[in-house]
């Protein structure tokens, strides 16, 4: 029977269209089938539409909450399965790939060479997922981490025995427990920090970065975060196994590193104070090489804080062991090397002593007239990923008089975490203004505050350890700034633009690191992942594959991941990941379905070697 029709039933049909267009219009945009535009006439109806349905961003059948439990069911979307990614054996559940262990021992000790990074080869990369250890629980919340990490996440009482008496970790029941006990202070991180913040300016905020070399469970991290000071903590993988590992679940930054043969991964004029806690790193060697590596990375009117042998060694040497012709030796060449570097020492009490780099080169006058302070060649100071380390002084940057901070002065934090950087001020970084500056910071600030919308939990202290893969200035890091959590900010060796020193002039971390190599870190050690236009960036220059095993490597059971980047390159990665056991959803750019970009949200099936496990309350 033919229906009639009416303005009444038009009237009717044009309701229902848009009631239909409006619920496809939702269901697309959670689905992510909004990949593209030119759907005809409907596209200006349907962004009217999406305009209007604001909750169509929120995922309502992906959650990112913790379970007791985690089976594994079957993956959101219905792609093709073209390859299913197994478990490794469980013998690589502590799998660092450039820090292995049997591939360390084939390489010089010399200089520690064979502590460095040295990857595998393509033929020798692991193509299946690292496995949980059985028995794995998600870590708990900080502050609590701080002091109480389970035993079943890092299996491993060697600390509890070597460093019994020096306070560093205790193993009870089923938990290690973190005194806040070190080498150097026993008696707690706290007391030793008050020490500090005597002779140094943290409490207003002048001292906001420190790097802790040789940091041990990185309990002076641990205990600098209250003071609102962020420390890149860094140790080897050594017989000590699980330093950084130990540290990154207590939720303190930290990566796998060593003085050797190559230079830092961080830019210079990078941080606030430099530390060393009987760190065991040779200071006096090779011309004095370490130092001046220290000295590239310390911003000028910076600290150097020494804690240890062999400070003090006259009243010490008996304690410690050691030949007392050793450890003046020893301090002799600390000395004679801090003063080619125009250090003041500005204090020595005990076993501490802490040097102040000068603010620039008009203040360290006589360095010029002496023969030994080599200048080193290179144009690019922020140029480290594989660069030698080489016994020469970096120079400081131009200052216009005697008075002037080399390189701009900083603002105290949280004020620099949107002053102008001065790299930004001074034009150093190509294409970028303060105006220019100030639109990229409002327009992560959109941008993150979309993702809260897909994800509640987002600041909520459910994700502590996040990592930037493609951190640009820093924008992502600062629109999430809050004492619950921290960003390892990663900058690509093969990005356009070197920002990785605007982001510590913000007073956040980060590093250099080509994502075609595996990270500096343990399995395990990420809450949460974002990676923004890394797919586009690495395109043609590696596999995907591997960036994507690579992440699945360092993403805790139940971590979650926020990719945002050109919809046929995420559609790649959802079909990818779909056999890695993520649970994934696509959802629109914030601006509307007709922006090529896209969001792609996922979560890591929660997993372990042999069995299932659960949560910790």
Excluded at 14 to 30: K, N, R
Excluded at 371 to 389: F, P, V
Excluded at 448 to 458: D, G, R, S
Aim: charged share 25%.
């Amino acid at each position: 029977m033919a229906l009639k029709s009416s303005s009444a039933d038009g009237r009717t049909r044009s309701s229902m269209q848009i009631f239909i267009v409006a619920g496809l219009c939702c269901f697309f945009y959670i689905l992510g089938a909004w990949q593209r535009s030119g759907f005809g006439k409907a596209d200006n109806l349907a962004e009217r539409i999406i305009k209007s349905t604001e909750d169509c961003n929120i995922i309502p059948n992906l959650t990112f909450e913790t379970h007791h439990g985690g089976d594994i069911g079957p993956d959101d979307d219905s792609e093709s399965k073209s390859k299913i990614y197994q478990p490794c054996p469980s013998r690589f559940t502590d799998y660092t790939p450039c820090q292995d262990q049997s591939r360390a021992m084939t390489f010089p000790r010399d200089n520690m060479i064979y502590r460095e990074r040295h990857c595998p080869p393509q033929q020798e990369k692991l193509h299946c997922l690292i496995p949980a250890p059985k028995g794995y629980v998600t870590p708990f919340p900080w502050p609590k981490s701080r002091d109480y990490v389970p035993f079943a996440n890092a299996p491993y009482k060697s600390l509890t025995v070597e460093k019994a008496i020096q306070n560093w970790v205790q193993y009870e029941g089923n938990v290690f427990r973190f005194p806040g006990g070190g080498t150097q202070f026993p008696q707690g991180a706290d007391k030793y920090i008050d020490q500090l913040a005597s002779v140094l300016p943290i409490a207003n905020g002048t001292v906001r970065t420190a790097l802790d070399t040789g940091c041990g469970v990185a309990s002076l991290g641990a205990y600098l975060w209250s003071r609102n000071v962020i420390a890149m903590s860094f140790a080897p993988r050594d017989s000590h196994e699980a330093q950084v590992q130990f540290a990154l679940e207590r939720g303190v930054p930290a990566v796998i590193g060593v003085f050797g043969t190559v230079k830092l991964p961080y830019p210079s004029r990078a941080f606030d104070m430099a530390h060393c806690s009987r760190c065991l790193i040779p200071w006096g060697a090779n011309d004095g090489m370490y130092l001046m590596e220290v000295d590239r990375v310390l911003r000028p009117g910076g600290y150097w804080v020494l804690s240890g042998p062999p400070i003090n060694w006259k009243n010490n040497y008996r304690s410690w062991q050691r030949p007392k012709e050793e450890l003046q030796e020893e301090q002799r060449k600390i000395e004679e090397t801090a003063k080619l570097l125009c250090w003041d020492k500005k204090y020595e009490n005990g076993e501490m002593a802490i040097w102040q780099k000068r603010l620039n080169a008009d203040s360290c006058r006589g360095r010029q007239d002496d023969s030994r302070a080599t200048l080193c060649k290179s144009t690019d100071t922020d140029d480290a990923w594989y660069k030698q380390m080489e016994a020469c002084v970096t120079p400081y940057p131009d200052s216009g008089s005697s008075d002037e901070v080399a390189g701009g002065q900083l603002k105290v934090f949280p004020e620099r975490l949107y002053a102008v950087p001065p790299r930004v001020a001074s034009g150093s970084v190509p294409g970028v203004s303060a105006k220019t500056y100030q639109v990229y910071n409002k327009e992560w600030k959109k941008h993150v505050n979309a993702y809260k919308k897909i994800n509640k939990l987002l600041d909520s202290g459910r994700y502590r350890n996040i990592m930037d893969m493609n951190a640009g200035m820093g924008g992502f890091a600062a629109a999430l700034e809050s004492p619950k959590l921290w960003v390892m900010n990663v900058v690509p060796t093969i990005a356009e633009k070197s920002t990785l020193g605007v982001i510590y002039e913000r007073g956040l971390i980060g590093i250099y690191h080509d994502w075609c190599e595996a990270f500096s870190t343990y399995p395990r050690t990420y809450d949460l992942i974002h990676a923004s236009g890394v797919f586009s960036l690495y395109k043609d220059r590696c596999n995907m594959e591997d960036i994507l095993l690579e992440m699945d490597r360092i993403l805790r059971p139940e971590g979650a991941v926020i990719f945002r980047d050109e919809v046929n390159v995420l559609i790649k990665v959802r079909k990818m990941v779909g056999q890695m056991r993520w649970h994934t959803k696509m959802v629109d750019h914030e601006d509307g379905p007709l922006v090529p970009e896209k969001v792609l949200v996922a979560v890591k099936q929660y997993w372990v070697a042999g069995g299932n496990s659960t949560s910790t309350q």
